[in-house]
């Protein structure tokens, strides 16, 4: 069987494509015929179950109003997941903030490198601090809340109160934060370290 479809079927599939992109329902086979020139219902019909055969149209119920393209990538889509997004963390010099979520970031799992849980959350850089782990101002990172972390993690700690994006270090049993830009100083806690996340993974946007 020929698997490409017509140019006539071509444009049954970008009639009803246009429907559902505009947030309508799918045109009835009298509208495909009407717009495309065809002369009856059945010769719409022809063309709506050489399309399913070839795999690129579903019919769900037998009616017209649940016709839907079928994409090709469709097979190959992983699950997407939300995660919260609480707002921005300075990667410079630490700030008191307090962090509210104010919105979500939308990634397909197999991108994010793995499974999310409901103690991940995401966070907006402001600042160079991190870049020699190459993490940039308006990167957003993914990070965990509860793993202990080991020793050249990145985390996002409260010191003294203060919120920042470091790395996670030990000296002489110690543990402290470390910048990865020279400008900045390493941060040794006068009362307390609080880990609140993490690193899993970075999402950045192209700059326009």
């Given at each position: 069987m020929n698997l490409e479809p017509t140019k006539r079927q071509h444009a049954v599939l970008r009639m009803i494509e246009s429907h559902r992109s505009a947030g309508e329902p799918p045109p009835t086979f009298r509208e495909i015929g009407q717009n495309l020139g065809i002369a009856s219902v059945s010769a719409v019909a022809?063309?709506?179950?050489?399309?399913?055969?070839?795999?690129?149209?579903?019919?769900?119920?037998?009616?017209?109003?649940?016709?839907?393209?079928?994409?090709p990538l469709r097979a190959l889509q992983n699950p997407v997941v939300h995660i919260a997004l609480f707002g921005s963390i300075p990667a410079g010099y630490p700030q008191h903030r307090e962090q509210e979520a104010d919105a979500c970031v939308s990634v397909d799992i197999e991108t994010l490198g793995f499974k999310p849980t409901r103690n991940t959350f995401a966070l907006r850089v402001s600042g160079d601090s991190m870049i020699g782990r190459?993490?940039?101002?308006?990167?957003?990172?993914?990070?965990?809340?509860?793993?202990?972390?080991?020793?050249?993690?990145?985390?996002?700690?409260l010191v003294d109160g203060e919120s920042t994006l470091k790395t996670f270090v030990r000296k002489n049993g110690r543990p402290f934060?470390?910048?990865?830009?020279?400008?900045?100083?390493?941060?040794?806690?006068?009362?307390?370290?609080?880990?609140?996340?993490?690193?899993?993974a970075l999402i950045r946007k192209a700059k326009e």
């Open positions: 022809k063309h709506v179950q050489a399309l399913r055969r070839k795999g690129l149209l579903n019919l769900s119920d037998g009616r017209s109003r649940s016709l839907d393209v079928i994409s190459h993490i940039v101002h308006g990167d957003v990172v993914v990070l965990e809340h509860g793993p202990e972390p080991r020793p050249g993690d990145i985390v996002a700690a934060l470390k910048a990865e830009n020279p400008k900045y100083p390493d941060l040794m806690p006068a009362e307390e370290l609080m880990i609140q996340g993490v690193f899993k």
